[in-house]
């Protein structure tokens, strides 16, 4: 059994992924902003804690950290307002990094998108903000010293999920958030998915073989 808390905790991949480490015994503390989002949390299994991570700072979140096995980033600020997505998914993420190796939490899995790294989106254009935010999470991820892994699903839809995925693709398809909470679950189990970056759309490979 491992402790893990999950930042972002009423997403609907984090909904699922919630649900999936419960049924195998996993202890799950699920960090939300919006107290009125416990019950949903609470009926995956999983324990709600109400925290505000676009407020805390990295010795609020290194308390918030400390003591569990893994953290899984699925937070974001929801795109719209380009301050609050700079504050949520680049600042806030990269104080996580640092709380978690602050807190002594090796393993960090971050949930990002197919194309990140992208900083070819235009300024002007809706989309980039959170792409550049995007972009300079996983790439500072990617220089620590964490047991990282970043999880590149493509556009995502509301399937019940295949239990496969194509960890090839060249493109960015689609994937279900099932599968997608499904891998986030594979490659907490799989230490050979520490310090990769896995892109994926659905497909036809069983998603514990194709992580490994």
Same mark, same amino acid.
């Given at each position: 059994?491992?402790?893990?808390? $999950?930042?972002g905790?009423?997403?609907?991949?984090?909904?699922?992924?919630?649900?999936?480490?419960?049924?195998?015994?996993?202890? /799950?503390?699920?960090?939300?902003?919006?107290?009125?989002?416990?019950?949903? /949390?609470?009926?995956?299994?999983?324990?709600?804690? /109400?925290?505000?991570?676009?407020?805390?700072?990295?010795?609020?979140?290194?308390a918030?950290?400390?003591?569990?096995?893994?953290?899984?980033?699925?937070?974001?600020?929801?795109? =719209?307002? +380009?301050?609050?997505?700079?504050?949520?998914?680049?600042?806030?993420?990269?104080?996580?990094?640092?709380?978690?190796?602050?807190?002594?939490?090796?393993?960090?899995?971050?949930?990002?998108?197919?194309?990140?790294?992208?900083?070819?989106? +235009?300024?002007?254009?809706?989309?980039?903000?959170?792409?550049?935010?995007?972009?300079?999470?996983?790439?500072? $991820?990617?220089?620590?010293? $964490?047991?990282?892994?970043?999880l590149?699903?493509?556009?995502?839809?509301?399937?019940? =999920?295949? =239990?496969?995925?194509?960890?090839?693709?060249?493109?960015?398809?689609?994937?279900?958030?099932?599968?997608?909470?499904?891998?986030?679950?594979?490659? $907490?189990?799989? +230490?050979?998915?520490?310090?990769?970056?896995?892109?994926?759309?659905?497909?036809?490979? +069983?998603?514990?073989?194709? /992580?490994?």
């Amino acid at each position: 059994m491992a402790r893990i808390v $999950l930042i972002g905790g009423h997403g609907k991949v984090a909904l699922h992924l919630e649900r999936l480490l419960a049924e195998r015994g996993d202890e /799950v503390d699920a960090v939300i902003r919006n107290p009125e989002h416990a019950d949903d /949390v609470a009926a995956t299994g999983a324990t709600p804690v /109400v925290a505000d991570i676009e407020a805390l700072d990295v010795d609020g979140l290194t308390a918030l950290l400390r003591g569990h096995d893994a953290v899984v980033w699925s937070a974001g600020a929801g795109g =719209g307002d +380009p301050r609050r997505t700079y504050a949520v998914d680049r600042d806030a993420a990269l104080h996580s990094m640092a709380a978690a190796d602050a807190a002594g939490v090796r393993r960090y899995v971050m949930v990002s998108y197919f194309r990140s790294p992208d900083h070819s989106v +235009p300024a002007g254009d809706s989309f980039h903000a959170y792409a550049e935010a995007k972009a300079a999470a996983d790439e500072h $991820l990617a220089t620590t010293t $964490l047991d990282w892994t970043i999880l590149g699903p493509s556009r995502l839809t509301d399937g019940d =999920g295949t =239990g496969g995925i194509d960890a090839e693709a060249s493109e960015s398809l689609t994937v279900d958030r099932a599968d997608v909470a499904a891998v986030a679950a594979a490659v $907490l189990l799989e +230490p050979a998915t520490i310090r990769r970056t896995i892109r994926f759309n659905a497909g036809a490979t +069983p998603i514990a073989e194709a /992580v490994r």
